[in-house]
């Protein structure tokens, strides 16, 4: 990675956790659209197809955001290409999308929407729709995880608004899941038909473990989310005290430095 190799040259070594959840999630996007569920998903399951939703925007998107955690977003861009981009209102506009308020409706209207009939089937049908649907789902979870890891900053806070937030959007997830759990007739028999039949499943079946896995993949994010922010509440508050012990600043220093973290070095900072 481009940042890596320049970070690595000013003496900042980028974690290995970090790597390894960028490339992790590159490796999630390659598998969704590269290997065979992309083809079945597009033909003959709807399974295969929600399963390719599910590792590009539920489990793909976190990682993407992990890894790009400061100072590392910062490099990834030439230089006059960053700067351009934190100059331009398209930082405004992401700074407004990305408002929890604003990102949650955004990802639940995104999910939903495409998921009615006529949208799903049109995008199974036209590859410019379907190019135009994945983007979308990224980009509305790219939008709800920056919320809530905050990549600018080098060290996640920890505050529990953050559970309530991600367990709302989940629980959006889930209740779509168990639609497709509940209902006996195919949503999209307009396009898939009785095709499932090829692959031993009937079409009923196949709608019911595309909802399964909808309602698994939402349950494991909401449970992680859940006990990472709780835990990390409690290791902030902990640090919060240490540090108004130790620089005797009181709760507003304290505060800064929890949420600032060490000041930036010529080593490593942003080049704008």
């Known amino acids: 990675m481009r940042a890596t190799r320049i970070?690595?040259?000013?003496?900042?070594?980028?974690?290995?956790?970090?790597?390894?959840?960028?490339?992790?999630?590159?490796?999630?996007?390659?598998?969704?659209?590269?290997?065979?569920?992309d083809s079945l998903g597009e033909t003959d399951l709807l399974s295969a197809h929600m399963a390719q939703h599910l590792l590009i925007a539920d489990l793909s998107a976190p990682l993407l955001v992990i890894g790009l955690r400061s100072p590392v977003y910062a490099f990834l861009l030439p230089r006059s290409m960053f700067a351009a981009l934190a100059r331009s209102r398209l930082r405004s506009?992401?700074?407004?999308?990305?408002?929890?308020?604003?990102?949650?409706?955004?990802?639940?209207?995104?999910?939903?929407g495409w998921h009615l009939a006529p949208a799903y089937e049109a995008a199974l049908?036209?590859?410019?729709?379907?190019?135009?649907?994945?983007?979308?789902?990224?980009?509305?979870?790219?939008?709800?995880w920056v919320s809530v890891l905050e990549p600018a900053r080098r060290r996640v806070p920890g505050e529990l608004w953050k559970i309530g937030h991600i367990v709302g959007v989940?629980?959006?997830?889930?209740?779509?899941?168990?639609?497709?759990?509940?209902?006996q007739t195919p949503i999209y028999r307009g396009f898939y038909g009785q095709r499932a039949l090829e692959h031993g499943l009937k079409p009923a079946e196949d709608q019911?473990?595309?909802?399964?896995l909808m309602l698994g993949i939402d349950f494991l994010v909401m449970m992680g989310a859940l006990v990472?922010?709780?835990?990390?509440?409690?290791s902030d508050a902990d640090r919060r005290e240490e540090a108004a012990a130790g620089y005797g600043e009181g709760p507003a220093g304290a505060d800064?430095?929890?949420?600032?973290?060490?000041?930036?070095?010529?080593?490593?900072?942003?080049?704008?």
């Open 170 to 183: 989940r629980f959006a997830g889930m209740f779509l899941g168990m639609a497709f759990v509940i209902l």
């Open 228 to 234: 990472f922010f709780f835990l990390r509440a409690a």
């Open 125 to 144: 049908r036209s590859p410019v729709l379907h190019a135009l649907q994945h983007q979308m789902f990224i980009l509305a979870s790219l939008l709800v």
């Open 7 to 37: 970070l690595g040259r000013r003496g900042y070594r980028v974690p290995a956790i970090q790597q390894a959840a960028w490339f992790g999630g590159l490796a999630l996007m390659g598998v969704a659209l590269l290997s065979p569920l």
């Open 208 to 212: 019911q473990i595309a909802g399964g």
């Open 256 to 272: 800064r430095e929890l949420n600032e973290g060490p000041k930036p070095t010529a080593a490593w900072r942003a080049p704008v």
């Open 93 to 112: 506009v992401f700074t407004f999308l990305k408002q929890p308020w604003i990102a949650a409706p955004i990802w639940v209207l995104t999910l939903y």
